[in-house]
């Protein structure tokens, strides 16, 4: 029923990705081949690695998702924070530090989502996003105080 309802592109999903692609196909359908077409197979990917949550991620934010390698938890936290880092108008560079440190930025966002959003931290954050993730920069004190 699947083949005849998603044709040569569920078949190139089952193909490629076997049962993980089956439950993606069954639970995402429409939308989930609609991503791969748009985004290429790191689509699919994100999709079967994170259910539900992963096709949220690239509705929201498309190719600025698929280079997430992340675990699902920071995925779901990502979702989550979806709406304050649309608002902030920078939502492509806190996935960028998202994606290159991975589950620590994450991390770090969602502990911090109370006072990271504001704008002259996340400038700071997302011009060097190192010093915060390792502690050495005080959260706080060290973008205030330079101002």
Request: hydrophobic share 50%; net charge neutral.
């Amino acid at each position: 029923m699947l083949l005849e309802r998603h044709g040569a592109s569920g078949l190139r999903v089952l193909l490629r990705w076997g049962d993980d692609g089956l439950r993606v196909l069954a639970l995402e359908g429409d939308q989930a081949l609609a991503a791969l077409a748009r985004h290429g197979d790191d689509a699919m990917e994100l999709m079967i690695r994170h259910p539900g949550v992963g096709r949220d991620l690239l509705e929201r934010f498309g190719k600025d998702a698929v280079r997430l390698k992340i675990s699902t938890d920071s995925a779901v936290n990502l979702a989550r924070l979806a709406e304050p880092m649309a608002s902030t108008g920078r939502a492509a560079e806190i996935l960028a530090v998202a994606g290159r440190y991975g589950d620590r930025a994450c991390a770090f966002l969602w502990k911090h989502k109370g006072v990271i959003f504001g704008a002259a931290l996340l400038t700071a954050f997302l011009k060097d996003p190192e010093p915060y993730l390792s502690g050495v920069k005080d959260l706080v004190a060290e973008p205030l105080g330079g101002l």
